[in-house]
């Protein structure tokens, strides 16, 4: 008797722990749209600004059931556009791009949570590593997350990292080198994977 009580209440209990499993809800994953995606520098000169433009080669996004955000772009230093080609050659050659052909961020944050309306927006802090010119950083990164949909998400941010803290060589015009602050602006449209 005891035995047979024993093994109902198993059954029962693997029944229940199955149950629960498919009813944990499933992370969901989501793909950059590069046509509508873009990783964007600002490099100060006493006599100009350059900006140039790239969009990303590759961009994936994880959100957990429990609100952590995990997030890995990349783009191809080789694609960044000023609109001249003599600074952009120029800058490859500062960046070695060759050698160093990408660009990388790694990052996760916590807290954010599919809404149940639309649009909606949540500001997150992602905290991770920049990889460029061979080198690896630290750095935080505040973004604007807005959920046009439960599938559709667009999320710009803003950060600033260091020529000199990455190994670059800060190209100089007249003699006078450019800032070695390096403004990056993201802007990235992602789509749930299918």
Same mark, same amino acid.
């Given at each position: 008797?005891? =035995? +047979?009580? #024993?093994?109902?209440?198993a059954? #029962?209990?693997? +029944?229940?722990?199955?149950?629960?499993?498919?009813?944990? $809800?499933a992370?969901?994953t989501?793909?950059?749209?590069?046509?509508?995606s &873009?990783?964007t520098?600002?490099?100060? %000169?006493?006599? %100009?600004?350059?900006v *140039?433009?790239?969009?990303?080669t590759? !961009?994936?996004?994880?959100?957990?059931?429990? *609100?952590?955000?995990?997030?890995? @772009?990349?783009?191809?230093v080789?694609?960044?556009? =000023?609109?001249?080609?003599?600074?952009?050659? %120029?800058?490859?050659?500062?960046?070695?791009? $060759?050698?160093f052909? /990408? @660009?990388?961020?790694?990052?996760?944050?916590? !807290? /954010?949570?599919v809404?149940t309306?639309f649009? &909606?927006?949540?500001?997150?802090?992602?905290?991770?590593?920049v990889t460029? %010119? !061979?080198v690896?950083q630290?750095?935080?990164?505040?973004?604007k997350?807005?959920?046009? =949909?439960?599938?559709?998400?667009?999320?710009?941010?803003?950060?600033?990292?260091?020529?000199?803290?990455?190994k @670059?060589?800060?190209p =100089?015009?007249?003699?006078k080198? @450019?800032d070695?602050?390096?403004?990056?602006e993201?802007?990235f449209?992602?789509?749930?994977?299918?």
């Amino acid at each position: 008797m005891k =035995s +047979s009580t #024993l093994a109902v209440l198993a059954t #029962l209990f693997l +029944s229940t722990s199955a149950l629960a499993q498919e009813a944990a $809800p499933a992370p969901r994953t989501y793909s950059v749209k590069a046509s509508d995606s &873009s990783l964007t520098y600002r490099l100060k %000169h006493t006599l %100009h600004e350059v900006v *140039g433009m790239a969009r990303p080669t590759e !961009g994936k996004a994880r959100l957990l059931p429990d *609100g952590t955000l995990q997030v890995a @772009v990349r783009a191809n230093v080789a694609d960044f556009d =000023s609109g001249n080609s003599n600074r952009d050659a %120029h800058m490859k050659e500062a960046t070695e791009a $060759p050698k160093f052909p /990408v @660009v990388e961020f790694k990052g996760v944050a916590t !807290g /954010v949570k599919v809404p149940t309306t639309f649009p &909606s927006e949540q500001a997150v802090t992602l905290k991770g590593q920049v990889t460029f %010119h !061979g080198v690896k950083q630290a750095v935080e990164v505040p973004m604007k997350v807005v959920f046009t =949909s439960a599938k559709e998400i667009s999320a710009t941010g803003n950060f600033q990292i260091s020529l000199e803290a990455f190994k @670059v060589e800060r190209p =100089s015009l007249m003699m006078k080198k @450019v800032d070695d602050a390096l403004d990056l602006e993201t802007k990235f449209t992602l789509e749930e994977a299918k």
